[in-house]
């Protein structure tokens, strides 16, 4: 298996609604990470996991909170949100954390909050 | 601070033509660079890095360090080289940042 793959394709949310974003890849990859692609926009990075650990937060706002259970699955988990957070979320994975390895995108969550 | 800029935000060219896309980044350390490609319909994907100086499906890319860039280039473009482009600089180990991207459109 080599693709991140990437559930649910859609998500229509209310402001008061908690949903979650889930990612899974089964390459062995040890590092993964959560983009923000607003629409003709580039991808922007909020969250880097290594090795199931949060290694970096972009200062994303409280009300999106990440969680690796395991090195084979990432969550975003949505809480309160608002409008101006509908976009696209991409996941992506790579070999290994602190290299230049290629990382692997996955077909992305579009969100819309209203 | 570290930015990429991709001047053109459409490049339109017939079958046939050569190509470039420009790409100039700022950085005060070594960077790694890529060129990342989203086709019609299809994830985001990995086209080139500056590291391993492969040719692939015709492009190459070449790091000049004096003139900050990385611009993308391909002596004929196919129909099938249409896509939106994204040169990407990888920072501090683990942040990878991107242009603002070039849709290239190649006509027949």
């Known amino acids: 298996d080599t693709e991140v793959t990437q559930t649910p394709k859609h998500l229509v949310m209310g402001m008061t609604n908690k949903k979650s974003l889930k990612c899974e890849q089964h390459?062995?990859?040890?590092?993964m990470y959560w983009y923000k692609q607003k629409a003709k926009k580039p991808p922007e990075l909020m969250f880097v996991?290594?090795?199931?650990?949060?290694?970096i937060n972009e200062s994303v706002p409280s009300r999106f909170s990440p969680e690796c259970p395991n090195s084979s699955l990432l969550n975003l988990h949505l809480h309160a949100l608002q409008p101006e957070d509908s976009a696209l979320y991409l996941c992506?994975?790579?070999?290994?954390?602190?290299?230049?390895?290629?990382?692997?995108f996955g077909p992305g969550t579009r969100l819309t909050v209203t | 601070a570290q930015r990429v800029t991709q001047p053109e935000k459409l490049l339109s060219v017939f079958k046939g033509a050569p190509v470039e896309l420009k790409c100039n980044y700022s950085y005060s350390g070594s960077p790694e660079l890529f060129w990342y490609v989203q086709y019609s319909r299809q994830r985001l994907q990995l086209l080139l890095r500056?590291?391993s100086r492969e040719s692939i499906k015709g492009f190459t890319a070449d790091l000049n360090k004096g003139e900050t860039s990385f611009h993308l280039k391909k002596p004929f473009a196919q129909e099938e080289d249409s896509a939106m482009y994204y040169c990407a600089l990888l920072y501090n180990t683990d942040k990878l940042i991107f242009g603002t991207g070039t849709r290239l459109q190649v006509f027949p």
């Open positions: 390459m062995g990859h040890r590092a």
């Open positions: 996991y290594s090795y199931e650990k949060l290694s």
């Open positions: 992506a994975s790579s070999q290994r954390p602190g290299q230049a390895y290629e990382q692997y």
């Open positions: 500056h590291i």
